[in-house]
């Protein structure tokens, strides 16, 4: 149940008469809410290995999710990050597509996920980026609306597609984090990523590897982990892997402040972060320039240890300015009772009369 995975939940809740249509779907894995749903699978659900090994497949989803048969359905949503925007839609339905952003992988970050492939590896995956990106230009006519997470992906649906888009911010599950004004913080900060490359933990590790005096916990898991704990060499980082909701709430409770150092598109974390009431040290490009405010946080300009390490600097010579209550409230404009009333608003708006809320 990641991001993704969470705002389809929402969607479920808001279109209670939904059915779902998704490449591949690993049963139980998710929550009872959208296992509960007529679920249809492509024919890549058969394949050998597609629950655990499915990004092998990648060159195959377009022929998959224009596979899918949508006759009868008057509005099909697509939630998507890769190829659902393809999907073929009934003559006379609408395609409104929430979209966390184009291919990120192919069309903006290309280096970053695939840089440290062999050579050979690396070029049969810009051969099959190249295709993709003709793929996704060619489909665009079979969106009618873009809805984008961010203001950050609304530039990148422009710059990639040349289409508008409205803006509609995730809901963040802000109340599962509990704000307690009078919380006693410890003498750590706290980050809780996946750690893989594009979240720059290896920028924290080396800046406080020079800051012995300053204590980092690490909450989270993925395959760079092994290299960035390699990395440590100092008794003051602490890798904690991954560990459930309750126990990331307690480790969190403590915290001097949030650390995040990823380009994201939105990122949730950082607003639980704040839902709590914590304050936030983030990298101020992508999503975290429009969810963390002077009032709750710092933004520092480059993804450099020098550059956090002078922001984690600032923010211990201001720490008092920074009110709990001013982070909560910021957390608070990204709540699911926001999001259910926009979206609702907007699909009536661009639907009218043939709006299937009107007869849910």
């Keep these: 149940m990641r991001g993704g995975e969470r705002i389809l939940n929402v969607f479920c809740k808001i279109f209670p008469q939904a059915e779902l249509f998704t ?74 597509c929430y979209c966390y952003t184009p291919m990120r992988y192919m069309w903006v970050f290309f280096d970053q996920y695939f840089g440290s492939y062999p050579p050979w590896k690396k070029s049969l995956v810009r051969l099959t980026g190249e295709y993709l990106k003709r793929w996704d230009i060619a489909t665009l006519p079979r969106v009618d609306e873009f809805i984008a997470i961010s203001n950050t992906i609304k530039e990148r649906i422009h710059d990639v597609y040349d289409r508008d888009s409205t803006v509609i911010y995730p809901p963040v599950e802000i109340d599962k984090f509990v704000f307690d004004p009078a919380r006693k913080k410890g003498d750590y900060y706290i980050c809780v990523s996946a750690l893989v490359p594009y979240k720059r933990i290896d920028i924290m590790v080396e800046a406080f590897n020079k800051m012995p005096d300053k204590k980092l916990v690490i909450v989270g898991d993925g395959n760079v982990r092994k290299e960035w704990e390699s990395k440590n060499r100092s008794a003051n980082i602490k890798f904690m892997g ?46 975290t320039s429009e969810t963390v ?3 709750t946080g710092i933004l520092y300009s480059e993804q450099t240890p020098e550059a956090l390490t002078e922001a984690i600097n600032e923010f211990e010579r201001r720490e008092d300015e920074f009110n709990p209550a001013d982070c909560r409230r910021n957390a608070e404009r990204f709540s699911e009772d926001k999001f259910v009333s926009n979206i609702k608003s907007f699909v009536k708006e661009k639907m009218g009369s043939g709006c299937p809320l009107s007869r849910a």
């Excluded at 394949?47 to 998959?64: E, I, M, S, V």
């Excluded at 560990?243 to 607003?271: M, N, Q, R, T």
Aim: charged share 20%; aromatic share 10%.
């Design 242 to 287: 991954w560990v459930d909701h309750d126990e990331v709430v307690k480790v969190c409770s403590g915290a001097k402040a949030f650390l995040y150092a990823a380009f994201e598109d939105f990122g949730i974390a950082p607003v639980e972060a704040q839902a709590m009431g914590i304050p936030v040290i983030a990298y101020g490009k992508g999503g």
């Design 293 to 295: 405010l002077p009032t």
């Design 23 to 96: 490449l591949i779907h690993d049963k139980g894995s998710v929550d009872h809410i959208l296992e509960e749903r007529p679920i249809h699978t492509s024919f890549l659900q058969n394949l050998p290995g597609a629950k655990t090994k499915y990004r092998n497949y990648l060159p195959l989803f377009p022929l998959a999710i224009e596979n899918f048969d949508l006759k009868g359905f008057d509005l099909v949503l697509s939630s998507s990050h890769c190829v659902a925007k393809g999907v073929r839609s009934a003559k006379g339905a609408k395609h409104f």
